[in-house]
């Protein structure tokens, strides 16, 4: 009896511990910021950013946190600075208070204000004071919060309670975005990339040459912030195909060169991942003009029905942003060619010593080509004359040729006269 008293002690022990692991568990994963967020689509930039910049995963992993929200269009003027993500990132984690304050607690805050510590500050990129919000009840039920460093000024008030799981995480709207100065540093404008340099300075002169001198250049350009990939033939296989392009129309010849990009960025890694059709910057609806794109290890094919090319080497890679490839052939979209179109060099001019089949002269005037019998006059008066310069074996076929024609051998006359004498 003592011993079955004692596996229900025990048993009892190992169910406690579950429940407390589980509560345990629980409580860790008692909420997930960006589907919180989800349910309030006026807050899309501010969930989007807490993702690119990894600060949802951080807020999911605290057990006690509240999230100062900024609706879309509070948003606008920190994005309107074009910060860098890291600079974001040290803003937006100035909004995540390390501590629980709903709606009721804003309205008792003892003393009237508060200092809140922030996921800025614990990260310690926070010179300073400079990582605390000060939070202060206000006359007529409102709440204000400012940062710290900069003497109590109230930039933003408190709008309503989003989400609230007690002592756990309290999701809040703010009015606007709390000013950080020590995090708002302006990034560095971009430096324009020179596709056409980079591509003449890399083995691609003919192409980039002939694609500043068409319209199909602004395509690039155009699309260049969204992201652009180019296939570039290099100069020896270019140089082959002009003759053709020069044959081409303007359309044509714009269509041509546009079907040697891809409307995004795609680094060579991924088109070793890639198999299938790809729209290039020629393809409008109506014209497909698209490639296909296919990978056998780390080799990358772009195949149309007319010919296929291969990747042969990197000119740049710039993240997110432009990827420039050496290929081995020009692309020949079927909507231009078909499939028996063939690029070969332009035959060389012959040289003197060249053996080369040179085109039959017409026979001098009063020869005639040997081993040719000529028509049958149809009189005496009208048979040529043979010139004096005529080879025996001339005459013979002549002569041979020319009674065959008459049916007649050529001795029988003079025989006949012999016999006449002789009687």
């Not at 004692?6 to 579950?18: D, E, K, P, Q, Y």
């Not at 500050?121 to 039920?141: C, E, H, M, W, Y």
């Not at 990009?261 to 198999?275: A, K």
């Not at 942003?321 to 909507?335: A, H, N, Q, R, T």
Request: proline share 6%; net charge negative.
């Amino acid at each position: 009896m003592q011993q079955l008293r004692l596996s229900f002690a025990g048993a009892g022990a190992s169910v406690l511990s579950i429940i407390f692991f589980l509560a345990f568990v629980s409580t860790t994963e008692a909420h997930n910021i960006t589907r919180i967020l989800a349910k309030f689509p006026d807050f899309s930039a501010f969930n989007h950013y807490l993702t690119l910049t990894h600060l949802a995963a951080e807020i999911n992993s605290r057990r006690t946190i509240t999230v100062l929200a900024v609706s879309n269009e509070g948003m606008e003027d920190l994005l309107s600075k074009h910060l860098q993500i890291s600079f974001i990132k040290n803003v937006l984690s100035f909004h995540v208070l390390l501590d629980y304050f709903d709606a009721r607690k804003l309205h008792q805050i003892t003393g009237g204000t508060a200092l809140a510590a922030t996921v800025f500050q614990a990260s310690g990129n926070a010179p300073g004071s400079s990582g605390f919000v000060k939070i202060t009840d206000l006359r007529r039920g409102r709440v204000g919060f400012g940062a710290q460093d900069t003497g109590g000024i109230i930039d933003a008030v408190f709008i309503k309670s989003l989400e609230e799981i007690a002592f756990n995480i309290s999701v809040i709207q703010i009015s606007k975005i709390l000013p950080l100065t020590t995090a708002e540093v302006p990034s560095p404008p971009p430096s324009p990339i020179n596709i056409t340099s980079l591509m003449s300075a890399h083995g691609c002169k003919e192409f980039a040459e002939t694609l500043l001198s068409s319209a199909a250049e602004k395509a690039y350009e155009d699309n260049l912030d969204g992201g652009v990939t180019i296939f570039c033939p290099g100069d020896d296989v270019f140089n082959k195909f002009i003759p053709i392009y020069k044959n081409l129309s303007a359309d044509e010849q714009q269509s041509l060169l546009e079907y040697h990009g891809i409307p995004l960025y795609e680094s060579l890694s991924t088109l070793r991942s890639t198999n299938g059709v790809m729209n290039t910057l020629a393809t409008d609806g109506v014209d497909k003009y698209g490639i296909v794109v296919q990978n056998d290890g780390e080799d990358v094919t772009l195949k149309t029905n007319v010919v296929t090319a291969r990747i042969t080497g990197t000119i740049i890679e710039k993240q997110s942003s432009v990827g420039i490839f050496m290929i081995d052939k020009v692309l020949l979209p079927m909507e231009i060619f078909n499939a028996t179109t063939t690029i070969s060099s332009p035959a060389p001019s012959p040289g003197p010593d060249d053996d080369v089949e040179k085109p039959k002269s017409p026979p001098p005037k009063g020869k005639r080509p040997k081993h040719l019998s000529p028509p049958a006059p149809d009189s005496d008066s009208d048979s040529p004359a043979l010139s004096p310069d005529d080879d025996a074996a001339d005459q013979t076929d002549d002569t041979n040729s020319g009674a065959a024609g008459n049916g007649l051998s050529a001795g029988v006359p003079l025989c006949m006269l012999w016999v006449f004498l002789l009687l």
